[in-house]
């Protein structure tokens, strides 16, 4: 007749073949190889992370006192008795040193002030370097926003740290800073 039946199905059609498995090919998913250097493929000059040393534009914090370099390499310094170091804000967008010292949190935590948002760094015992953040619970919603934003460009200014110590107000970063052996 003038329509020929349909031709027959053939068992498995419209379904993977088996050679080439169901699942999608994991090739395509694998990231891009790390160029020799190990430097990751995704960082590029500008922006918060800069490798070039130029400044750092985005996000306008001015870290260029040279008190704290100064500081820091005391804290890095084992012959040194310094271990930690706090910065401050000097306006709304510079750091200066508000403290340095050899003791243990009691010590540090007597420099913080929960009006402030306050950064800094310290030596632990076994020898690693911790970045510190502490927001002072009575800082301003404005004040606390930019330091956030600030934080990227304050840890880069301390070289060799591996972890961080953040805390929302003066009691919450007393408690974790207890847990450091420094």
């Known amino acids: 007749g003038p329509h020929s039946p349909a031709p027959p199905r053939l068992p498995g059609a419209g379904r993977c073949r088996r050679s080439e498995g169901c699942r999608p090919q994991a090739a395509a998913f694998r990231p891009a190889a790390m160029p020799e250097g190990g430097e990751s493929p995704t960082k590029v000059s500008g922006g918060l992370f800069r490798t070039d040393g130029g400044v750092r534009h985005t996000s306008g914090l001015d870290v260029a006192d040279p008190g704290i370099s100064e500081s820091w390499e005391k804290v890095r310094d084992d012959s040194q008795p ?3 170091m ?11 040193v508000r ?5 243990g949190p009691p010590e540090l935590l007597a420099a913080v002030d929960d ?3 306050l950064f ?5 015992k076994a020898g690693k370097f911790l970045c510190l953040m502490c927001t002072g619970e009575d800082a301003g919603a404005m004040v606390k926003g930019r330091a956030a934003a600030h934080k ?5 200014t301390l070289n060799g740290t591996c972890d961080e110590v953040c805390g ?8 974790k800073l207890a847990r450091v052996d420094f």
């Open 82 to 84: 310094e271990t930690w």
């Open 86 to 96: 706090l910065l401050e804000y000097e306006g709304k967008s510079k750091l200066k």
């Open 99 to 103: 403290a340095t010292g050899s003791g």
């Open 115 to 117: 009006s402030q948002v």
């Open 120 to 124: 800094g760094g310290l030596r632990t």
């Open 152 to 156: 990227n460009a304050a840890f880069n």
């Open 168 to 175: 929302n107000g003066k009691a919450e970063f007393g408690e």
